[in-house]
């Protein structure tokens, strides 16, 4: 349903750590260990919603969530947990740019950061969905922004620049290098003969005190999901509906990925995946953009051939029942986790809010 290697890659380090696998990755999702807030009595795995999907348990849009807050609506990907998922407001990456730009230049390193624009009123982006903050991989978005562009319009260029200029310090003694007889899998090298770099080493000790100085951005441990901070703890939860791999699926998700390749076997696409979510394929992306992790913000227009590919992709979707199914799914699946979790996440969301308004204040006292 949703594409991107870039938000592949988030989801692998934030959301579900968004974001704790990749929808690169193999295998089964983890397991949620939070059961709080439910019924005590039914403990089932959370996966059982996946794994023995009925057709017949699938609740028609329109249909209202557990909790009485989401009506079901495709059109918009709504699911149930969309309640409990903070707003994505940037206000951690401003918090992060205001520190980061005071510390290196009180630590003399000759970098001018530029400012990131910062809206307390931002409207969300209508081509993303709330849970997942994806691009919607319709037909119509696709024929447009092919598989990448459809959130670009929320990344203020300020931030980009920022961005870049702290991967420049970094790469003075940072590398990635693919991991012998791994293909594909690559690993951070640092180069000892630039360790001692005055600008490496001052933004290395500026990230290290980040968190100490501001406790608001500090990750919480989480014994379940390994020191997330609490709207990630939350989006890693819904993450198990999102990866959907592996002993995970359900039958009647695994028969629409088989239509879903015969349709786009003409295409010719020599490592087409098995899976619609793994597309765009590693040889698309080499051969669009000459990396393997391009920096998709960056470009302005998709290619005629990626409008092309994307949009038969999305169409394919559609046709062979994966967009539909995917979508039933996992408003099943998050209906049951949101049942037997509503109080924590309800929590987890007020803890949230609360470093939200601390991030705000910090915001506004420092711009």
Same mark, same amino acid.
């Given at each position: 349903?949703?594409? #991107?290697?870039? *938000?592949?890659?988030?989801?692998?380090?934030?959301?579900? !750590?968004?974001?704790?696998?990749?929808?690169?990755?193999?295998?089964?999702?983890?397991? @949620?260990?939070?059961?709080?807030?439910?019924?005590?009595? /039914?403990? !089932?795995?959370?996966?059982?919603?996946?794994?023995?999907?009925?057709?017949?348990?699938?609740?028609? /849009?329109?249909?209202?969530?557990?909790?009485? &807050? %989401?009506?079901?609506?495709?059109?918009?990907?709504?699911?149930?947990?969309?309640?409990?998922?903070?707003?994505?407001?940037?206000?951690?990456?401003?918090?992060? *740019?205001?520190?980061?730009?005071? +510390?290196?230049?009180?630590?003399? %390193?000759?970098?001018?950061?530029?400012?990131?624009?910062?809206?307390?009123?931002?409207?969300?982006?209508?081509?993303?969905?709330? #849970?997942?903050?994806?691009?919607?991989?319709?037909?119509?978005?696709?024929?447009?922004?092919?598989?990448?562009?459809?959130?670009? @319009?929320?990344?203020?260029?300020?931030?980009?620049?920022?961005?870049?200029?702290?991967?420049?310090?970094?790469?003075?003694?940072?590398?990635?290098?693919? %991991?012998?007889?791994?293909?594909?899998?690559?690993?951070?090298?640092?180069?000892?003969?630039?360790?001692?770099?005055? @600008?490496?080493?001052?933004?290395?000790? +500026?990230?290290?005190?980040?968190? *100490?100085?501001?406790?608001?951005?500090?990750?919480?441990?989480?014994?379940?999901?390994?020191?997330?901070?609490?709207?990630?703890?939350?989006?890693?939860?819904?993450?198990?509906?999102?990866?959907?791999?592996?002993? !995970?699926?359900?039958?009647?998700? %695994?028969?629409? &990925?088989?239509?879903?390749?015969? +349709?786009?076997?003409?295409?010719?696409?020599?490592?087409?995946?098995?899976?619609?979510?793994?597309?765009?394929?590693?040889?698309?992306?080499?051969?669009?953009?000459?990396?393997?992790?391009?920096?998709?913000?960056?470009?302005?227009?998709?290619?005629?051939?990626?409008?092309?590919? !994307?949009?038969?992709?999305?169409? +394919?979707?559609?046709?062979?029942?994966?967009?539909?199914?995917?979508?039933?799914?996992?408003?099943?699946?998050?209906?049951?986790?949101?049942?037997?979790?509503?109080?924590?996440?309800? &929590?987890?969301?007020? *803890?949230?809010?609360?470093?939200?308004?601390?991030?705000?204040?910090?915001?506004? &006292?420092?711009?």
């Amino acid at each position: 349903m949703f594409s #991107s290697p870039t *938000q592949r890659l988030s989801i692998a380090i934030g959301l579900f !750590a968004l974001t704790a696998c990749s929808t690169n990755a193999t295998g089964t999702p983890e397991q @949620s260990s939070e059961t709080g807030g439910g019924d005590d009595s /039914d403990t !089932a795995e959370l996966h059982t919603p996946l794994t023995a999907f009925d057709v017949n348990a699938i609740e028609p /849009d329109g249909a209202t969530s557990v909790d009485g &807050q %989401v009506i079901k609506d495709i059109s918009t990907f709504a699911l149930p947990i969309d309640p409990y998922i903070p707003p994505r407001t940037g206000s951690k990456d401003k918090v992060r *740019q205001i520190y980061l730009s005071n +510390c290196l230049q009180e630590k003399h %390193v000759a970098t001018s950061l530029p400012p990131i624009e910062y809206n307390f009123n931002r409207p969300p982006n209508p081509m993303v969905s709330k #849970s997942y903050g994806l691009f919607l991989f319709t037909p119509e978005n696709a024929s447009t922004y092919g598989y990448f562009s459809g959130y670009n @319009s929320e990344i203020d260029e300020n931030y980009k620049q920022f961005n870049k200029t702290i991967n420049t310090i970094r790469s003075i003694a940072e590398k990635e290098e693919e %991991v012998p007889g791994r293909e594909n899998v690559f690993e951070v090298v640092v180069d000892e003969q630039n360790i001692n770099d005055p @600008s490496y080493m001052a933004l290395q000790e +500026c990230e290290q005190t980040i968190d *100490q100085d501001l406790p608001f951005l500090r990750a919480q441990m989480d014994t379940a999901h390994n020191a997330q901070s609490d709207d990630e703890r939350i989006e890693y939860d819904a993450s198990q509906a999102y990866l959907l791999y592996g002993d !995970a699926q359900p039958p009647l998700l %695994v028969e629409t &990925q088989k239509v879903w390749k015969e +349709c786009m076997k003409p295409l010719g696409i020599p490592d087409l995946p098995d899976n619609p979510l793994e597309m765009p394929s590693n040889s698309l992306i080499m051969k669009w953009f000459g990396e393997r992790e391009p920096d998709f913000s960056q470009r302005s227009t998709p290619s005629p051939e990626e409008l092309t590919v !994307a949009t038969h992709d999305a169409q +394919c979707r559609q046709t062979s029942g994966f967009y539909r199914t995917y979508y039933d799914v996992q408003w099943g699946y998050l209906q049951e986790y949101v049942r037997k979790n509503r109080d924590s996440i309800q &929590q987890t969301k007020q *803890q949230e809010d609360d470093a939200e308004r601390a991030r705000r204040a910090y915001i506004s &006292q420092h711009q």
